[in-house]
């Protein structure tokens, strides 16, 4: 799967990442490790966010250090995924999310690019000390779990998330 790389949001990908948005817009789905994606119609607002986010001293309050990438098909330079990767726990990361949240644009799933931006990004979450990660995932999202166990996740257990009352299994991979 080398025909995939993983680059860092900058000017180049607005379109693209309009593109993205609107496909997971248009198909009622969520965008998960995209940071918050889906509250900026203008892609720019977007990229200032997650550059805010990858720094300390431009952290908003109650987010944690982030870094998000892009998961871009070079021959033709389609975004296809998105993988964002946070450094540490906030209580909601720690009980829900964990530190990797990633999604596969809708119109690509089935290829393997979620497998493919879960295994690359574990280097990265090396780099950076940690020994273990945990990832989550909707119950009713077995493409995810397949994703996550193929990464060497191991099953925790399953929590309820009351504010979007849904229910989501916990996973730990070893580093």
Partial sequence: MDM????KPDKQYLQQI???RQDFLDAGSSMDGCGPLRRFDDPMEWLLQI??????????DGKVLSTQFLCVRPEDGRLVGMIQVRHYFNDYLEKYAGHIGYSVRPSE???GYGSWMLREVLPYCRSLGLDKILV???DTNPASRKIILSAGGVYESTVHEPDRDINLERYWITL
């Fill in 4 to 7: 995939l790389c993983l680059a």
């Fill in 18 to 20: 309009a593109s993205y």
């Fill in 109 to 111: 799933r089935q290829k």
């Fill in 136 to 138: 989550a995932c909707l």
């Fill in 51 to 60: 550059e805010a986010m990858s720094h300390l001293e431009t952290l908003p």
